[in-house]
C-alpha cells in the first residue's frame, strides 16, 4: 500500500568502474539517444506496485524528444509485444538500441522501477533491477544485472554514456566527482565518458510523490531539464544537472527514515558532458500571428461625479493551434518576463493571503490556452483512453450546457487527467498553470488589480455585478471608482469580451480556474520563479484564481486567490491548460 510518499525499494551499491576507450579524434555530440524504462506492476506479489515510475518515463520521453534525443520506452501498459519490460525483452531490446548508437553521440539510460541486492556465494552483493516478470525466488536468473546494464551500455560505440536511476538505496562508489582535480570543466562540448546519477546514497530509500505524480528523483530531474539545470549559454551539463537535483533535496527537505534523501554522482572521463543547450530547442508547431482589440477601463471625474470608460486598443501575440480530432485548441505564446506577484497592502478588498508582494521571474516563454477548456473540447479529450484508470471522465460534466461554454463541475483530478490524456493525444507537455504562470498571464505586464485597469465592468467580464447580501455578509456589484453592472446567473460562452494584452479571453470571471499548487495560506517562502509550489501547503486544498460568474468583482481581481478541495464538481470551476516548451 502506498501512502502520499511512497518507496522503490532496492538494495544497489554500484562498485564496478566503467571503462570508456578513448577517442582519438572527439567532436562534438552528433546524435543523442534515450532508452527509458518503467515498471509499475510486478507478476510477483512479493514485489509491490508502484505508482508512478510509467508517469516517470513517458514525461521523460515527452521532455527529451523536445530536446533532440531519439527515444526508446519500455512499461507495463504496453502489455506486450517487444516493448513491455519482461527481463529478456530490457536486454534484447537495450541491446538493439546501443548497436545504432555512432562514437560521437550520446547514449542515455533511466531506469525506474524496483531493486534489489543479490547476494552471491562468495559474500558479495550484485545489484540487480527487478524486471516485471522477475520472480523471487529464482533471483539470479530472472533479474537484470546492473553490471549487464553497463556491459551492454559499453558495447555501443558511444563515447558519451549517462545511466540515471529511480531506485532506492542506489548510491554509487566509482570513479570520481566533479571535484576531482582532473575533472576538466572546460572540455565542454568535446566532453567524454561516462556518468552516474542515482536516487539516493547506498542507504537510502527513493520516494515516490503523490502530490506531483513522479518519483521524486525524476520529478527534480524533468525540472532541471527544462530550465532550472541550465547556465547563461543555455546548457545543461551533467554535473550542472546533478547538482540541480541535490539542491532540489537539500531546499526541500526531502527525507526518508529521519534523513535527508541524498542523490549521489560519479563519473569517468573528460570533461562535463553537455546533455542539451536550450537554446536550440524549437516547439514542432507552426506559429500564427493574431491581431486583436484589447481594452481598459479609465475612470473619469465629472462634475455629478465619476464614470468608468472603455478605452480600445489593438494587440498582436503569436499562437499555435492543437488539432485534436475535430475541435481546435488555441494556445497563445506568452513571453518571458518578471513581475510582482499579489496585492499590496493599500489594493481595495485585499486579503492577506494575498502577500507578502514579490518578484517572481519567468525564466522561459510557455503557451496558455486563450480561453477556458470549452464543453466541445473537453468531450473530445475526456473521449480517449484513460491514463490514470482510477478517474472516469464523464462527457458532458456541466450545469450550464452549450459546447462553447467552459466545462464546470470539474474536479482537480479530473482536470489533471484531461491534461494527460491530451499530452499523450499529441505528443506535447499538457498542465496546469502554476499559480505563479496564472497571475502572470493574467496581469500581462499590468500592475492594476485588474488587467483592464483600477476597475471592471460587466461589459468585459462576466460576473456578479450587482450588489447581494449572504449570511449577512453584503458583497458589493462594483469595485473603486467603478459601478454596479448586471447578474447573468451562469457561465457564457469563452472569448465575448476583449483579451488581455497576451490575447487570453476570460481571465476575469465566468469560471474559476485551478491551478496546480497546493493551497498556502501567504506567500511567505513562496518560490521565485514561475515553479508549481506544493512544499509546507494543505495537500487537501488546491489554488483556485479568477473568480466567476457568481462571485463579487473584488474576487475577480488578478491577485485574489482561494484554496478549495481538489475533488469536489463545483458549478463554478472549470480550468486553462498550459504547454512548455518541454
Same mark, same amino acid.
Given at each position: 500500500?502506498?501512502?502520499?510518499?511512497?518507496?522503490?525499494?532496492?538494495?544497489?551499491?554500484?562498485?564496478?568502474?566503467?571503462?570508456?576507450?578513448?577517442?582519438?579524434?572527439?567532436?562534438?555530440?552528433?546524435?543523442?539517444?534515450?532508452?527509458?524504462?518503467?515498471?509499475?506492476?510486478?507478476?510477483?506479489?512479493?514485489?509491490?506496485?508502484?505508482?508512478?515510475?510509467?508517469?516517470?518515463?513517458?514525461?521523460?520521453?515527452?521532455?527529451?524528444?523536445?530536446?533532440?534525443?531519439?527515444?526508446?520506452?519500455?512499461?507495463?501498459?504496453?502489455?506486450?509485444?517487444?516493448?513491455?519490460?519482461?527481463?529478456?525483452?530490457?536486454?534484447?531490446?537495450?541491446?538493439?538500441?546501443?548497436?545504432?548508437?555512432?562514437?560521437?553521440?550520446?547514449?542515455?539510460?533511466?531506469?525506474?522501477?524496483?531493486?534489489?541486492?543479490?547476494?552471491?556465494?562468495?559474500?558479495?552483493?550484485?545489484?540487480?533491477?527487478?524486471?516485471?516478470?522477475?520472480?523471487?525466488?529464482?533471483?539470479?536468473?530472472?533479474?537484470?544485472?546492473?553490471?549487464?546494464?553497463?556491459?551492454?551500455?559499453?558495447?555501443?560505440?558511444?563515447?558519451?554514456?549517462?545511466?540515471?536511476?529511480?531506485?532506492?538505496?542506489?548510491?554509487?562508489?566509482?570513479?570520481?566527482?566533479?571535484?576531482?582535480?582532473?575533472?576538466?570543466?572546460?572540455?565542454?562540448?568535446?566532453?567524454?565518458?561516462?556518468?552516474?546519477?542515482?536516487?539516493?546514497?547506498?542507504?537510502?530509500?527513493?520516494?515516490?510523490?503523490?502530490?506531483?505524480?513522479?518519483?521524486?528523483?525524476?520529478?527534480?530531474?524533468?525540472?532541471?531539464?527544462?530550465?532550472?539545470?541550465?547556465?547563461?549559454?543555455?546548457?545543461?551539463?551533467?554535473?550542472?544537472?546533478?547538482?540541480?537535483?541535490?539542491?532540489?533535496?537539500?531546499?526541500?527537505?526531502?527525507?526518508?527514515?529521519?534523513?535527508?534523501?541524498?542523490?549521489?554522482?560519479?563519473?569517468?572521463?573528460?570533461?562535463?558532458?553537455?546533455?542539451?543547450?536550450?537554446?536550440?530547442?524549437?516547439?514542432?508547431?507552426?506559429?500564427?500571428?493574431?491581431?486583436?482589440?484589447?481594452?481598459?477601463?479609465?475612470?473619469?471625474?465629472?462634475?455629478?461625479?465619476?464614470?468608468?470608460?472603455?478605452?480600445?486598443?489593438?494587440?498582436?501575440?503569436?499562437?499555435?493551434?492543437?488539432?485534436?480530432?475535430?475541435?481546435?485548441?488555441?494556445?497563445?505564446?506568452?513571453?518571458?518576463?518578471?513581475?510582482?506577484?499579489?496585492?499590496?497592502?493599500?489594493?481595495?478588498?485585499?486579503?492577506?493571503?494575498?502577500?507578502?508582494?514579490?518578484?517572481?521571474?519567468?525564466?522561459?516563454?510557455?503557451?496558455?490556452?486563450?480561453?477556458?477548456?470549452?464543453?466541445?473540447?473537453?468531450?473530445?479529450?475526456?473521449?480517449?483512453?484513460?491514463?490514470?484508470?482510477?478517474?472516469?471522465?464523464?462527457?458532458?460534466?456541466?450545469?450550464?450546457?452549450?459546447?462553447?461554454?467552459?466545462?464546470?463541475?470539474?474536479?482537480?483530478?479530473?482536470?489533471?487527467?484531461?491534461?494527460?490524456?491530451?499530452?499523450?493525444? +499529441?505528443? *506535447?507537455?499538457? @498542465?496546469?498553470? $502554476?499559480? %505563479?504562470?496564472?497571475?502572470?498571464? !493574467? =496581469?500581462?505586464?499590468?500592475?492594476?488589480?485588474?488587467?483592464?485597469?483600477?476597475?471592471?465592468?460587466?461589459?468585459?467580464?462576466?460576473?456578479?455585478?450587482?450588489?447581494?447580501?449572504?449570511?449577512?455578509?453584503?458583497?458589493?456589484?462594483?469595485?473603486?471608482?467603478?459601478?454596479?453592472?448586471?447578474?447573468?446567473?451562469?457561465?457564457?460562452?469563452?472569448?465575448?469580451?476583449?483579451?488581455?494584452?497576451?490575447?487570453?479571453?476570460?481571465?476575469?470571471?465566468?469560471?474559476?480556474?485551478?491551478?496546480?499548487?497546493?493551497?498556502?495560506?501567504?506567500?511567505?517562502?513562496?518560490?521565485?520563479?514561475?515553479?508549481?509550489?506544493?512544499?509546507?501547503?494543505?495537500? +487537501?486544498? *488546491?489554488?483556485? @484564481?479568477?473568480? $466567476?460568474? %457568481?462571485?463579487?468583482?473584488?474576487? !475577480? =481581481?488578478?491577485?485574489?486567490?482561494?484554496?478549495?478541495?481538489?475533488?469536489?464538481?463545483?458549478?463554478?470551476?472549470?480550468?486553462?491548460?498550459?504547454?512548455?516548451?518541454?
Amino acid at each position: 500500500m502506498h501512502k502520499a510518499i511512497s518507496d522503490r525499494r532496492t538494495d544497489v551499491v554500484l562498485k564496478n568502474e566503467t571503462s570508456v576507450p578513448p577517442n582519438t579524434n572527439p567532436k562534438p555530440i552528433q546524435k543523442r539517444w534515450a532508452f527509458l524504462v518503467g515498471i509499475n506492476s510486478y507478476v510477483d506479489p512479493a514485489f509491490s506496485k508502484l505508482s508512478f515510475c510509467i508517469n516517470d518515463v513517458r514525461a521523460l520521453q515527452n521532455t527529451l524528444s523536445r530536446l533532440n534525443y531519439e527515444t526508446v520506452c519500455l512499461h507495463d501498459e504496453l502489455k506486450s509485444g517487444p516493448r513491455f519490460p519482461s527481463r529478456n525483452n530490457i536486454e534484447a531490446e537495450l541491446a538493439t538500441f546501443c548497436e545504432q548508437v555512432g562514437e560521437d553521440d550520446l547514449l542515455w539510460v533511466h531506469f525506474a522501477c524496483h531493486g534489489m541486492r543479490l547476494e552471491e556465494q562468495s559474500g558479495k552483493e550484485q545489484p540487480v533491477l527487478i524486471a516485471q516478470d522477475t520472480r523471487r525466488a529464482i533471483l539470479p536468473f530472472t533479474s537484470l544485472p546492473l553490471s549487464r546494464v553497463e556491459e551492454l551500455m559499453g558495447n555501443s560505440k558511444a563515447k558519451r554514456r549517462v545511466l540515471t536511476l529511480d531506485a532506492c538505496e542506489t548510491g554509487v562508489e566509482m570513479g570520481r566527482n566533479s571535484n576531482a582535480p582532473d575533472f576538466i570543466k572546460n572540455v565542454r562540448e568535446l566532453a567524454e565518458g561516462y556518468a552516474l546519477i542515482s536516487a539516493s546514497t547506498a542507504k537510502q530509500a527513493a520516494q515516490e510523490r503523490s502530490d506531483v505524480g513522479h518519483g521524486a528523483f525524476t520529478h527534480f530531474l524533468l525540472n532541471g531539464l527544462k530550465e532550472g539545470a541550465k547556465d547563461e549559454q543555455g546548457n545543461i551539463t551533467i554535473s550542472r544537472l546533478y547538482n540541480y537535483v541535490l539542491n532540489e533535496f537539500r531546499s526541500r527537505n526531502i527525507q526518508q527514515g529521519g534523513q535527508l534523501q541524498e542523490p549521489t554522482y560519479r563519473s569517468q572521463g573528460i570533461g562535463d558532458i553537455i546533455l542539451t543547450n536550450l537554446n536550440d530547442v524549437k516547439l514542432n508547431v507552426s506559429l500564427k500571428s493574431f491581431d486583436f482589440e484589447v481594452s481598459s477601463l479609465e475612470i473619469i471625474n465629472q462634475r455629478w461625479g465619476k464614470k468608468s470608460e472603455i478605452i480600445r486598443g489593438r494587440g498582436n501575440i503569436e499562437f499555435f493551434e492543437e488539432k485534436i480530432e475535430d475541435v481546435t485548441l488555441q494556445m497563445a505564446q506568452i513571453p518571458r518576463g518578471t513581475f510582482f506577484m499579489g496585492s499590496s497592502e493599500d489594493e481595495p478588498e485585499r486579503f492577506p493571503t494575498e502577500g507578502p508582494q514579490r518578484q517572481v521571474n519567468i525564466s522561459s516563454p510557455f503557451f496558455m490556452s486563450l480561453a477556458p477548456i470549452t464543453q466541445r473540447q473537453w468531450r473530445v479529450v475526456a473521449g480517449l483512453p484513460p491514463v490514470d484508470k482510477t478517474i472516469k471522465l464523464e462527457l458532458d460534466p456541466s450545469h450550464f450546457e452549450g459546447d462553447d461554454r467552459p466545462v464546470e463541475k470539474v474536479s482537480w483530478f479530473e482536470a489533471v487527467e484531461f491534461c494527460e490524456r491530451l499530452s499523450i493525444k +499529441t505528443g *506535447r507537455s499538457y @498542465r496546469l498553470p $502554476s499559480e %505563479a504562470e496564472w497571475e502572470y498571464a !493574467c =496581469r500581462a505586464g499590468t500592475t492594476s488589480p485588474f488587467h483592464y485597469g483600477a476597475t471592471i465592468s460587466t461589459d468585459l467580464a462576466n460576473y456578479r455585478g450587482t450588489n447581494y447580501k449572504e449570511k449577512e455578509k453584503e458583497y458589493k456589484g462594483f469595485y473603486g471608482g467603478g459601478s454596479q453592472g448586471k447578474y447573468r446567473g451562469e457561465t457564457i460562452k469563452v472569448m465575448q469580451f476583449s483579451p488581455n494584452a497576451f490575447g487570453l479571453y476570460d481571465m476575469h470571471g465566468n469560471v474559476y480556474e485551478w491551478c496546480m499548487d497546493y493551497w498556502h495560506d501567504n506567500y511567505e517562502n513562496a518560490p521565485t520563479d514561475s515553479s508549481v509550489w506544493t512544499d509546507g501547503g494543505f495537500e +487537501t486544498h *488546491r489554488v483556485l @484564481r479568477g473568480g $466567476s460568474w %457568481a462571485n463579487n468583482p473584488g474576487s !475577480c =481581481r488578478s491577485a485574489s486567490r482561494l484554496g478549495y478541495y481538489p475533488a469536489p464538481r463545483v458549478a463554478i470551476i472549470g480550468f486553462r491548460v498550459v504547454c512548455g516548451l518541454l
